[in-house]
């Protein structure tokens, strides 16, 4: 599809494409109209293709539109694209379109910024998250806090024009009842930025262990491919090794690592590094084990990843590696002599045979804590809109701290500004040229 927008839109189309109906003239066609016709640039045919007309505003960004739906190669559609802009065209900036559907009043800047989700979204969770941003369930959310905050502050600026007469139009109970309702929404919205991100990006999944214990066959089991080297020389893998897959509409992000043992290998030693940042970095932790290891070597193992990752909010989820190897009852004694804490799960797997992956797949699911998102759950996956609502949520927080210290109410209006003004930045009411280019700098073109 070649897209154009702009008032001369039909001006510029009628110079290089001609409707197979000789009677019809392309600007005289209403809106919603598709002829069909052939681009030519002077005697030579390009294509055949079908032009969709649309008349301002109801098109995408509100002006004259024309798209052509041509036959998709590469050299027809730049043809058609450098035809075009000899004929007075411009050629269009990344995320121009969305950016002036916003100008024009068709969406708000987050439902703008969903449009770039939308388009970039890798699993189902993504897709249902950015679906329901564009189609303005977060806006109407944001909506339904300003009303109430601008409700507010009108009514404490009307008793500050009466001045001295120490009138009270405000309700305060009822005023501070208001302040935190938007507040616990304002924190709530903000709290699910964590869910929002990796559902947006994909969640990090650090593999970790001793050397030998099967990461890397267990990477190489879950994405079904031979991703990674796997050989029975402890210390095989150095270098961070990443990939993705959907499980269940979610992304995760696995990334293999090296095993961690004590070495004097200099390049090993550079790769364990690696490996604990990567642990810093990942939100659920799969710890490998060998079912042939000491369960005292195997919970010390676990103290020492517990430590690491003590009060960060990630998830550990211990396996017990080759159970193909099993031993009767070897199973069943590291069940009752592995200790696990709180929401730690214990499995016991074989990377090789493809033992265990379901159980562990649905263990990934409850780290990733993602049932419970659908298309109306209103989930932040934006952090210029997780920022906006963190600066709101203080400046209300100012403003219930004002009412218990009898601070002066023109500070307190000051604050239920401020919060309104940030409200305002998420759906673009308040906004500055410059920010806009940020935002629309990161769109492919065309979008
Ligand atoms: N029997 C059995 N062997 C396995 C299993 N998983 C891995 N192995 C073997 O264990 C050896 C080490 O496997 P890797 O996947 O390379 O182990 P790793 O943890 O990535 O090792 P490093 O990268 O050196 O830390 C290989 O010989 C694998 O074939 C399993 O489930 N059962
Ligand atoms: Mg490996």
Known sequence: MVRMSGPESFIVC????????????????KGFTILY???RDGKEIIDDVLAYIYRAPH??????????????????????????????????????????????????LSQAEAVADLVASGSGAA?????NQMRGGFSSEIAVLRSGLLRFASLIELELDFGEEDVEFADRKELRSIILKVKDLTDSLASSFRLGNVIKNGIPVAIVGKTNSGKSTLLNALLNEERAIVSDIPGTTRDIIEDTIVINELEYRFI???GLRDTLDVIENLGIRKTHEKIRQASIILMVDELNDQPEIINKRIAGIREMI??????????????????????DFLKDTVRTENDESLLFISAKNLEGLDELRIALAAAARAGTIDQNTVIVTNIRHFEALKNVSESLGRVLSGFDDHIPQDLIATDIRQAIHYLGEITGEITTDERLGNIFRNFCIGK
């Open 310 to 331: 003590k009060d960060s909010g990630k998830k550990l989820i211990i396996l017990v590696n080759k159970i193909d190897e099993s031993e009767t009852g070897r199973i």
């Open 14 to 29: 009628e110079r290089i494409f001609f409707p197979a109906d000789r009677n019809l003239r392309l600007p005289e066609q």
């Open 59 to 108: 098109s995408y960004t509100g002006e004259d539109s024309v798209e052509f739906s041509c036959h998709g190669s590469q050299y027809i559609v730049s043809r058609i694209l450098e035809l075009l802009v000899t004929n007075g065209a411009s050629a269009a900036l990344p995320g121009e379109f969305t950016r002036k559907a916003f100008l024009n009043g068709k969406m708000d």
């Open 127 to 131: 897709h249902r998250v950015a679906m």
């Open 256 to 258: 293999d690592t090296a």
């Open 37 to 39: 016709g052939e681009i």
